[in-house]
């Protein structure tokens, strides 16, 4: 490839950065990584009412977090509106584009009259080549293009291979409104040539669009950049994919706990294989990735596919990094703030040793969240329906048995605490599984844990012995 690889990203900011939105930036920074290239960030916010600040701010957000950067600076569409007339006024003097003054009612009716006949083509061309001077008096017409009527239009897609469409079933664009605003067509052909992309990488609902923008580039006489459309993401039966699937934004999957990591890995598999690998360093992605590996069929969204590979990155994170990121979440979650409030060098430590038996289990930061509690909660501690089963009076007897023997140790580790809690567990004809589990239920309020003794030990000998103390294990018989 002799010139230097361009893509670019290019969402309209009417709503949250989608899922597969983050796609197809994932496959536009692989593209451009891979080749030693650029990718660069268009914002298309030239539909005025429905753009906004706040949806900007999440793009530009969703996309740090995915770990996805951009060459240069952000491009607006909008602030380069004069730009996009002026070509258009340069076609209509070259006699490439016309003035048509159709209103709004003659278009409805071409519209019917073209359903009822079973026509792709929507408008008869009724103004292409009539004199402006039989224009209705006080009538602000629209600039169209003279697109070609006859033979075809062909893209020689990367992923869908070759897509040929008949002109005479494609219409003459709309390429200024008769407000003299330019259209999303002409606004993406020009910013796109003007930012010397070399390839478009977008949905395949895209696709038609993709012969519509290659007659202005011809018309135009530029280069027409090599296409490659994806297909969408489908829910796990099959159907579009919606909110229910997993169509929510990218900041819903970092308040749902999944790491920035396993987020790419799981999007570059959606529709893209390097054969059975489904682990992918961020290295490795780049190394490989490749337009004509991406599959024509739809992708399915899976939940449990997304856990599991994200389960997979907790438990191969730093105990630190996963702290760091952790605490990045904090503000985005329901009681986020409580440990955000008890974060002190203290507790930091404290997550740090119980970091390897935390994450065992864990397969979001949320889930890591919740399992690390019993760390920070305050005393009394909240004690789920199933652990207050395990408080059986006998367990609590157990516990205030045992209570004296925790009070003796006086180096508080898990092998010193294991070396009582095991002959005790013996000498009351017990399985030691009887005595822990109690003690789990008292301590951490759940049935689940890291292993008993590294609760014992993180927690530190009085908060421990306060815990037990707290559910009946004050007095012994």
């Known amino acids: 490839m002799s010139e230097p690889i361009v893509t670019r990203f290019a969402p309209s900011p009417t709503g949250f950065l989608h899922i597969g939105g983050g ?80 209103s709004p009612e003659e278009l409805t009716a071409m ?102 923008q290659k007659h202005i580039y011809e018309t135009l006489g530029w280069n027409v950049p090599i296409m ?56 490795e992605m780049v190394a490989a990735f490749d337009l004509p590996a991406i599959g024509r069929s739809p992708a399915r969204f899976d939940f449990a596919k997304l856990e599991n590979l994200n389960g997979h990155y907790i438990r191969a994170s730093n105990d630190a990094d996963l702290i760091a990121a952790l605490e990045r979440l904090l503000p985005h979650i329901a009681g986020g703030q409580e440990l955000v409030s008890k974060m002190t060098p203290a ?40 652990a207050k089963a395990l408080l059986t009076p006998e367990a609590k007897v157990l516990i205030a048995t045992l209570l004296p023997e925790l009070t003796a140790v006086t180096e508080w580790t898990s092998t010193a605490i294991e070396a009582v809690v095991r002959p005790y567990a013996e000498r009351a004809g017990q399985k030691l599984g009887a005595v822990a589990q109690p003690l789990r239920a008292a301590l951490t309020g759940r049935t689940t844990s890291p292993p008993i003794f590294d609760v014992l030990a993180v927690l530190g000998k009085d908060e421990s012995l306060a815990r037990l103390r707290d559910q009946g294990g004050g007095t012994a018989p």
Not at 140 to 159: F, M, N, S, Y
Not at 188 to 196: C, E, G, K, T, Y
Request: charged letters at 25%.
């Open 23 to 102: 796609r197809t930036a994932l496959f536009n920074w692989l593209y451009a990584r891979r080749f030693g290239g650029k990718m660069l960030l268009r914002i298309e916010d030239t539909d005025r009412e429905r753009s906004t600040a706040a949806a900007i701010a999440a793009i530009i957000d969703g996309l740090t977090w995915l770990g996805l950067s951009w060459d240069g600076d952000i491009v607006f569409q909008f602030s380069r509106a004069a730009r996009h007339r002026q070509i258009a006024e340069q076609l209509l003097t070259a006699g490439k584009a016309y003035h048509c003054y159709a």
């Open 111 to 212: 519209r019917e009259a073209a359903r009822r006949e079973g026509r792709a083509k929507l408008y008869d061309g009724r103004w292409r080549d009539r004199n402006p001077s039989e224009a209705p008096p006080g009538v602000k017409p629209v600039i169209r293009l003279k697109a070609p009527q006859t033979g075809e239009t062909a893209i020689e897609d990367q992923v869908q291979g070759r897509v040929v469409w008949q002109n005479s079933d494609l219409d003459d664009l709309v390429l200024l409104r008769s407000d003299g605003t330019p259209t999303y067509m002409l606004a993406v052909v020009v910013d796109d040539h003007d930012m010397n992309i070399t390839h478009i990488i977008r949905g395949d609902d895209h696709l038609t669009n993709g012969a519509r």
């Open 228 to 283: 490659a459309h994806i297909p969408l993401i489908h829910g796990p039966d099959g159907s579009k994919l919606s909110k229910r699937h997993g169509a929510l934004g990218v900041d819903a999957y970092r308040a749902m706990g999944y790491l920035p990591a396993a987020m790419r890995n799981y999007l570059v598999r959606l529709g893209w294989a390097r054969g059975d690998q489904e682990m992918f360093t961020t290295e």
């Open 347 to 386: 507790m930091h430590a404290k997550l740090l040793t119980a970091m390897p038996g935390l994450k065992e289990r864990a397969k979001t930061l949320v889930e890591l969240f919740e399992a690390s509690r019993f760390l920070w909660a305050s005393r009394p501690l909240d004690i789920n329906d199933q």
